[in-house]
T-cell receptor, first 111, second 116 residues
Framework: EDQVTQSPEALRLQEGESSSLNCSYT??????LFWYRQDPGKGPEFLFT???AGEEKEKERLKATLTKKESFLHITAPKPEDSATYLC????????????FGAGTQVVVTP | NAGVTQTPKFQVLKTGQSMTLQCAQD?????MSWYRQDPGMGLRLIHY???????DQGEVPNGYNVSRSTTEDFPLRLLSAAPSQTSVYFC???????????????FGQGTRLTVV
């Protein structure tokens, strides 16, 4: 059974204090690993897709990396507007379109 | 440039009532799905569709019904609402015929449902 575990559950950062979120996964065969951002009362907003171990993607202060067992979302010099819940999801090669989500990491960045 | 549109945004139902959550997308995506989000549990797949006329069950399908008569619309029906169905519901759509890549899902803004 596909499983996704995110840690920590919550993270409180000072503005400018860099940190990393972890997404550990087990899947029969990985088609893709997805990172989403979710603001309160909103739907998940797509950030990145990673397809193979060693791949990295960047967007502003966010950088996602992928190994065979986990993915990291690095937040560099965060700003208060980076406060959100970050969701990780995997799509298996035999589960076209279906996403298995982790429970998310709630990030709060204070000025 | 609407993307995925869900209605209503909020709904309160009494136990035993039925209702339909609406979902429409304007991106010509083949794949559509419904998730529910509960505190501490992440999003869980209820039902999905790979194209008009084709639907299948996800992880938590009991108490819900779907149909897909057009590419654009994918309504979710609650047959007889129960308090356990209190949740936030999200509709999503994605491409499938673009190949193994570019299959990221795009989500609607959600419907917050309370069953009393």
């Amino acid at each position: 059974e596909d499983q996704v575990t995110q840690s920590p559950e919550a993270l409180r950062l000072q503005e400018g204090e860099s940190s990393s979120l972890n997404c550990s996964y087990t899947v029969s065969g990985l088609r893709g690993l997805f990172w989403y951002r979710q603001d309160p009362g909103k739907g998940p907003e797509f950030l990145f897709t990673l397809y193979s171990a060693g791949e990295e993607k960047e967007k502003e202060r966010l950088k996602a990396t992928l190994t065979k067992k986990e993915s990291f979302l690095h937040i560099t010099a965060p700003k208060p507007e980076d406060s959100a819940t970050y969701l990780c999801a995997v799509q298996a090669t035999d589960s076209w379109g279906k996403l298995q989500f982790g429970a998310g990491t709630q990030v709060v960045v204070t000025p | 440039n609407a993307g995925v549109t869900q209605t209503p945004k909020f709904q309160v139902l009494k136990t035993g009532q039925s209702m339909t959550l609406q979902c429409a997308q304007d991106m010509n995506h083949e794949y559509m799905s419904w998730y529910r989000q509960d505190p501490g549990m992440g999003l869980r797949l209820i039902h999905y569709s790979v194209g008009a006329g084709i639907t299948d069950q996800g992880e938590v399908p009991n108490g819900y019904n779907v149909s897909r008569s057009t590419t654009e619309d994918f309504p979710l029906r609650l047959l007889s609402a129960a308090p356990s169905q209190t949740s936030v519901y999200f509709c999503a759509s994605s491409r499938t015929r673009a190949g193994p890549r570019n299959t990221e899902a795009f989500f609607g803004q959600g419907t917050r449902l309370t069953v009393v």
